[in-house]
């Protein structure tokens, strides 16, 4: 089975932090993505990564940037973080783009609160 | 761009019974993917069920299916025999098929199933 892990499940941080959340997948998977998730807004992209060293931002870059320097493992790091980033952070993976091998796996999830 | 739209928040059904989430998307395009996943409660997000859009025929795991309306850009999601284990966010998702894409998801249903 493929397996994401990612972390932490639990993060409480202060504003202004450097914060770093880390995912990594088992599976060999070319791409990678981080989302947040919240009531209401379902999953936003933050961004993705196709290869190593490879990003593109997604639909709500701003605030945050990312890290693949290995094929398994996609940091998210939030640089000085805010309250308004409070949020629950999903990270996935998927064999290919396109086709019928896009089905994306999930990890369980970091709950990040920035006091 | 592509939207994906979920208008029922929440819904509730009785055990045993059926339930069908709705989910309705809007895109140009002719070949793509259609996806339902579901994150229970503190578990990780997994996928359901999966449609190709040049697929006429509906899409069949075990109790859940779908009715995939094509013209209607419609793609509703079929829980028969409802069991407690189905409480969770049912997700709907859309990808089209080609180059370097990412998943659309639509902004959630939560289902609770009432013993």
């Known amino acids: 089975d493929v397996k994401v892990t990612q972390s932490s499940r639990y993060l409480v941080k202060r504003t202004g932090e450097k914060v770093f959340l880390e995912c990594v997948q088992d599976?060999?998977?070319?791409?990678m993505f981080w989302y947040r998730q919240d009531p209401g807004l379902g999953l936003r992209l933050i961004y993705f990564?196709?290869?190593?060293?490879?990003?593109e931002k997604g639909d709500i870059p701003e605030g945050y940037s990312v890290s693949r320097e290995k094929k398994e493992r996609f940091s998210l790091i939030l640089e000085s973080a805010s309250t308004n980033q409070t949020s629950m952070y999903l990270c996935?993976?998927?064999?290919?783009?396109?086709?019928?091998?896009?089905?994306?796996?999930f990890g369980p999830g970091t709950r990040l609160t920035v006091l | 761009a592509q939207t994906v739209t979920q208008s029922q928040p929440e819904m509730s059904v009785q055990e045993a019974e059926t339930v069908t989430l709705s989910c309705t998307y809007d895109?140009?395009?002719?070949?793509?993917?259609l996806f339902w996943y579901k994150q229970p409660p503190s578990r990780q997000m997994i996928l359901v069920i999966r449609?190709?859009?040049?697929?006429?025929q509906n899409a069949t795991e075990n109790r859940f299916s779908v009715n995939f309306q094509k013209a209607a850009k419609s793609f509703s999601l079929k829980i028969s025999d409802s069991q407690l284990g189905d409480a969770a966010m049912y997700f709907c998702?859309?990808?089209?098929?080609?180059?370097?894409?990412?998943?659309?998801f639509g902004t959630g249903t939560r289902l609770t199933i009432i013993p």
């Open positions: 996935a993976s998927s064999l290919v783009t396109g086709g019928w091998y896009n089905e994306q796996f």
């Open positions: 599976m060999d998977h070319e791409n």
């Open positions: 990564s196709y290869d190593v060293k490879m990003k």
């Open positions: 895109t140009s395009e002719s070949d793509y993917y």
């Open positions: 449609q190709e859009a040049y697929k006429q």
């Open positions: 998702a859309y990808i089209p098929n080609f180059g370097n894409e990412k998943l659309t």
